[in-house]
């Protein structure tokens, strides 16, 4: 039996994928909030896989983020995991189109899922102008995303997008950046799910770890283009 294990945040898109793809493994979900904690996540990750019993392969929905999965053990069986630095490379496709993006300008990317936690940017934003007032709470937040020239709405066709597009465009043109929708993308997420497991996957066979290394050109591709 094969188990996913995914981020919160990505709910939307995985039920798509599985239904678009037919697949039926059960799916445990990890609270979209570690991503802020990555020792935490790491920790709560291990204990999920640690538990799983009968399977013969864990499929987890993550990249790299926060470098939380590097160490992560096999200990229960096989595991299969996007070759990505994050969420953002697996829905729009590639690290590939990722780094496309990055190169024409530094931006915030969305979706419903990472607006759906209570600590999201537009969230943060209207809490920061409730704290310090509008001037002063404007300041502050275009201060905060003072290297960004663009914020990004991935649609992914996993959730309804003009129920929320209005508001995120009008969070961009009050932090005083652009705003665009960037059509997303499942198909990374149904071949991690369906296979063939390529290039584009890391593979730890049981008894192995999660290393660093294993994302290593990846890593090295964004210090190519940030630098």
């Not at 496709?93 to 936690?117: D, N, P």
Request: aromatic share 10%; charged share 25%; proline share 3%.
């Amino acid at each position: 039996m094969n188990v996913i294990i995914a981020c919160q945040t990505l709910r939307d898109e995985v039920e798509k994928a599985l239904k678009d793809t037919g697949v039926k493994y059960p799916v445990l979900w990890i609270d979209s909030g570690l991503h802020n904690y990555p020792d935490k996540l790491k920790t709560k990750l291990q204990e999920q896989i640690d538990r799983i019993s009968n399977t013969e392969n864990l499929i987890l929905v993550f990249g790299n983020c926060g470098n939380a999965l590097n160490g992560i053990r096999a200990t229960t069986g096989r595991l299969v995991l996007p070759k990505i630095d994050d969420c953002i490379s697996l829905l729009l496709g590639s690290v590939q189109k990722r780094m496309e993006i990055s190169r024409e300008a530094h931006s915030y990317f969305l979706t419903c899922g990472w607006l759906a936690h209570e600590s999201n940017i537009v969230k943060e934003h209207k809490r920061c102008l409730e704290k310090y007032g509008e001037v002063r709470g404007q300041k502050i937040f275009k201060a905060i995303l003072a290297h960004y020239r663009k914020v990004i709405l991935l649609d992914t066709n996993a959730y309804p997008l003009h129920e929320i597009e209005a508001n995120v465009k009008r969070f961009a043109g009050d932090v005083g950046l652009d705003f665009q929708v960037v059509p997303g993308t499942l198909s990374y997420l149904k071949k991690l799910f369906t296979g063939p497991w390529d290039e584009d996957f890391i593979v730890v066979e049981r008894g192995e770890k999660i290393t660093f290394e294993m994302f290593g050109f990846i890593n090295q591709n964004f210090l190519q283009i940030s630098g």
